[in-house]
């Protein structure tokens, strides 16, 4: 899929400082250190309670086509340090060009509901391909997983009504709104206006007609009469261009030809104005001119909390469409999404964890072979344990909140469980199949079912339970404490 968007290597997809530390990994001999990293994030965006995971196709062709190309290899050889000189070395720019992608890489599949802390995606390998990756990964995973957790946001805000998405003529860029457009049906968008992606990822295309082709007529009932000839089962009319009910008035009698042709009146787009107070009389309008089935669609600027005002009025609105602050995740911009080291292989062949500490409690990172198991009871999930496969874990688990030690939660054997990374890559070979994007879509939404209705309002979420299994726990205090100059010979650090 990436190859059909963009032709050429995308291995320079990356920031310079990933290059510039691969370079010291070559220099001083410790490129082939085993190690492992995990992708995460800190917080839920948009206030919410959960997210979506999204992304994982395009990591995959990224990894299976991680190769430095020689016109990649002329650039960069083209670069200079402060003294004018050549940065890379020649023979490092041969290594990159040899080099093929050699990592285990394990992936919550997309479409998984995932919380603060959790590992989205592992990489374990040398460290000097674990780092080259880093940029790409989270630039492939943080943007779709946060527009599919806007465009779940919004149809849940819209219920059982179909939500379109709307939102390329708005996106950031090409790649903003292919990426969008993809990441909007994963997150439960039943359609989109994109014809590109329609065609790269097999989404239903969905569209009416602008205001263009009502103004292009002498009035609007000969644009109304024209478009319903040429499209007679396409027949959504946008009737807000001058004077909305008197548009309405207008698409019915259209729709009364198209009746008379054998052709329903599919419904009318109402884009401007009170939505509440104009989809209510429009119903009425069609209802008593005997058009009971054809549906009213909106738009303008609508997110999940306009929706939600607007069924809370009374508006009879039958399908939603949503563009800008959906394809642009217009209230919260970015996911924020960070790459750690979580441990090193040593010579001996022992794992060595690593922590990264930090003034802030929510950037301490958490050291292991990081996996997540997601308890579940009588078809309910109950909370998510953190933990490390390198310690393993027992059948009765104890989860420790990362920022309150006192709130603690068990499962015992009495909890179904399933752990969430699942195996996608071995020594760079890919092992995961796939699920094609309607069955991504699905997982999601049977996914969200089965959650607390809790954790899905808008407004102060339920917080799910997520805590870092006991042994980790007390693993990664520790290790604090250690790094901090505390430790059991220690009187706390003093000189």
Excluded at 274 to 283: E, F, K, M, T, V
Excluded at 376 to 403: C, H, M, Q
Aim: one cysteine or more; a neutral charge; charged letters at 25%.
């Amino acid at each position: 899929m990436l190859k059909d968007i963009y032709k050429s290597s995308l291995s320079l997809l990356t920031d310079f400082y990933e290059l510039s530390m691969a370079y010291g990994f070559w220099k001083s001999g410790k490129k082939d250190m085993e190690s492992v990293f995990s992708l995460n994030f800190r917080n839920n965006p948009f206030g919410g309670g959960f997210t979506i995971a999204a992304g994982l196709q395009y990591v995959i062709e990224y990894l299976q086509d991680f190769t430095f190309y020689e016109d990649d290899l002329a650039y960069l050889a083209t670069l200079k340090d402060d003294r004018g000189r050549p940065f890379f070395d020649k023979n490092f720019l041969r290594y990159l060009r040899d080099i093929r992608f050699e990592c285990d890489v394990e992936a919550v599949p997309e479409g998984t509901i995932v919380f603060p802390f959790e590992p989205l995606l592992r990489v374990r390998g040398p460290i000097i391909q674990c780092q080259l990756i880093e940029t790409s990964l989270l630039n492939l995973i943080n943007f779709q997983s946060l527009i599919a957790t806007k465009a779940a946001r919004v149809c849940l805000a819209a219920g059982e009504a179909p939500v379109l998405e709307f939102g390329l003529r708005r996106a950031h860029g090409i790649d903003g709104g292919l990426s969008a457009s993809r990441a909007a049906y994963i997150g439960g968008c039943a359609a989109t206006s994109n014809v590109l992606a329609g065609r790269l990822f097999d989404i239903p295309v969905k569209g009416t007609h602008a205001h263009s082709w009502i103004m292009t007529f002498d009035n609007e009932q000969e644009a109304f009469d024209v478009y319903g000839e040429v499209l007679p089962d396409n027949s959504v009319f946008l009737v807000d261009t001058y004077n909305t009910l008197e548009g309405v008035k207008n698409a019915i009698r259209t729709g009364e030809k198209l009746r008379e042709q054998g052709h329903p009146l599919h419904g009318i787009r109402l884009d401007s104005g009170d939505l509440a107070y104009l989809s209510i009389q429009a119903r009425k309008m069609l209802d008593e001119a005997g058009f009971t089935e054809s549906r009213i669609f909106a738009s303008n600027d609508l997110d999940e909390n306009i929706i939600q005002s607007l069924k809370a009025q009374g508006a009879r609105i039958d399908v939603w469409g949503v563009g800008t602050k959906l394809a642009t995740a217009y209230d919260q911009p970015a996911l924020g999404g960070v790459y750690k080291l979580n441990a090193l292989k040593k010579e001996n062949g022992q794992w060595e964890y690593k922590i990264k500490l930090s003034e802030q409690s929510v950037k301490i990172s958490n050291p292991g072979m990081l996996q997540v198991r997601r308890f579940s009871k009588n078809g309910e999930y109950a909370g998510d344990a953190l933990y490390d496969e390198l310690t393993g874990i027992g059948e009765r688990v104890t989860i420790v909140d990362p920022f309150d030690i006192t709130r603690r939660k068990k499962f015992d054997a009495g909890f179904e469980y399933e752990d969430l990374l699942k195996p996608v890559f071995r020594q760079g070979q890919c092992v995961y199949v796939l699920p094609d994007i309607h069955d991504v879509r699905a997982y999601a939404r049977r996914q969200l079912k089965h959650f607390h209705k809790g954790i899905k309002r808008f407004v102060n979420p339920h917080q799910y339970p997520v805590g870092l299994e006991l042994r980790l726990h007390d693993l990664k205090t520790r290790l604090v404490l250690m790094a901090r100059g505390f430790n059991e010979h220690s009187n706390g650090g003093e000189k």
